[in-house]
């Protein structure tokens, strides 16, 4: 079996470029045409208590900008890595080491995320039959980003420069200096 020739193969670009985007996307899009529903929807409220009819100016627009940076977040990944797919693929080692650059953040922020979001439910955290739809979907589609991004750094299904590179005698032989070029 060859070994993968690309830090970023059609896997993970699928991933990370398009499915991820776009979700991040569509949350924008949802959230500038009902904030209210986005900011009421993230947790259960407590049993007796209802949203409020109107949201304060300065919620409505806290959780635009929330949205809009979490858009933004998936316009930098389409964006960094369709440039190292294109302009690198002929150097794996160095669209690892940009794609690690990008992918070592958001694995931190997918951790925080999932961290901060269970730690702000407080003593209900664990009660998962009264979370809110909103809260399971913010749950489930982290942890399906999360888990991909672990098996990337892993080094599952995908070229990793120590493991995959080609031999010293190899890359220094005639026949193979006229391939790199």
Known sequence: ???PTSAVPDFYYTLFAF????L???GFIGTLCDPEAAHNTQAPWPTGSTPPAVL????IV???QLAHVCALMGLLNIFVLTTARQHLASQPALQERIVRALLIPLLIGDVMHLY???WALGDDRWDVAQWSPMLWVTVVLGISLM????MWHLGIWRYVDAR?????DARSSPGSQLEEK
Do not use: G
Not at 19 to 22: S, T
Not at 147 to 150: A, Q, Y
């Open 116 to 118: 901060v979001t269970l």
């Open 19 to 22: 499915y991820e985007p776009a």
């Open 164 to 168: 995959d590179r080609a031999p010293a």
């Open 1 to 3: 079996m060859q070994p």
């Open 56 to 59: 304060p100016k300065a919620s």
């Open 147 to 150: 888990i991909p991004r672990v």
């Open 62 to 64: 806290t959780v635009i």
């Open 24 to 26: 991040t996307i569509i």
